[in-house]
């Protein structure tokens, strides 16, 4: 079983809204973050998203600037993936994980993905 769990995924058309969940599948495990990425067909997985579990702080992707915020509920242990104006080009499936070196920002306990399809 997965570490983590990801939903929320979904069909919209350009300009559209959803919300991602990652949430814990019920196996316990150390991370300094936790962080959203991307994987599209033909393409490098690539980092949205990041939110430290020490203070908050949030990192972005620069492709996501201005229109995805990454949340967190520490009391669900789970974070949350607000993506909106979203085009085309941010189809692909996403996948949550735990940043476990942050120097070398390393990250494992992947999810399975839930995918994001954008239609023009």
């Known amino acids: 079983q997965a570490p983590v769990i990801e939903s929320g995924g979904g069909s919209v058309q350009t300009g559209g809204s959803l919300r991602l969940s990652c949430a814990p599948s019920g196996r316990t495990f150390v991370s300094y973050a936790m962080g959203w990425f991307r994987e599209a067909p033909g393409k490098e997985r690539e980092f949205v998203a990041a939110?430290?579990?020490?203070?908050?702080?949030?990192y972005y992707g620069d492709s996501v600037k201005g229109r995805f915020t990454i949340s967190r509920d520490k009391a669900k242990d789970t974070s949350y993936l607000e993506m909106n104006a979203l085009k085309p080009e941010d189809t692909a499936v996403y996948h949550c994980?735990?940043?476990?070196?942050?120097?070398?920002?390393?990250?494992?306990?992947w999810g399975q993905g839930t995918q994001v399809t954008v239609s023009s």
């Open positions: 994980a735990g940043e476990t070196n942050p120097v070398a920002h390393e990250y494992e306990f």
């Open positions: 939110i430290s579990r020490k203070d908050g702080t949030t």
